[in-house]
């Protein structure tokens, strides 16, 4: 995937998603620094605007970040709440990503075997 391709389908995401800040039930944040990229991060940053997009998850904010010092289990994401829990995902993969969405974001349910730390802030 170029950098266009995912321009574009950020482009589209944005346009049904309310990507307010500070007012979204939930913050996913794609690590999108150079190991990052070098693991897959366009894909996964790709695939979660697209599933969000597609199930109109309208209070969802999605953004990216620099490298997380974490490099050993890029590509890392994560997901924060309104409560102030935080679900930090690695060696995340588009597949892994639309997986988040339908049982984390969606469902309320973190996916325990992709998890590699969980704090609240």
Request: no cysteine; hydrophobic share 40%.
């Amino acid at each position: 995937m170029k950098l266009e391709d995912l321009r574009k389908i950020r482009e589209q995401a944005a346009k049904g998603l309310s990507l307010r800040t500070g007012e979204a039930r939930i913050k996913v944040i794609v690590g999108m620094g150079t190991s990052g990229i070098a693991a897959g991060a366009r894909d996964v940053l790709a695939a979660f605007l697209d599933e969000i997009s597609k199930r109109d998850l309208r209070d969802v904010m999605v953004t990216q970040t620099g490298e997380r010092g974490l490099s050993s289990s890029e590509p890392v994401v994560e997901v924060r709440q309104a409560d102030g829990s935080v679900i930090v995902y690695g060696d995340m993969t588009a597949k892994k990503a639309r997986r988040v969405v339908a049982e984390h974001i969606v469902n309320g349910n973190p996916v325990s075997e992709y998890t590699i730390e969980v704090r609240t802030e």
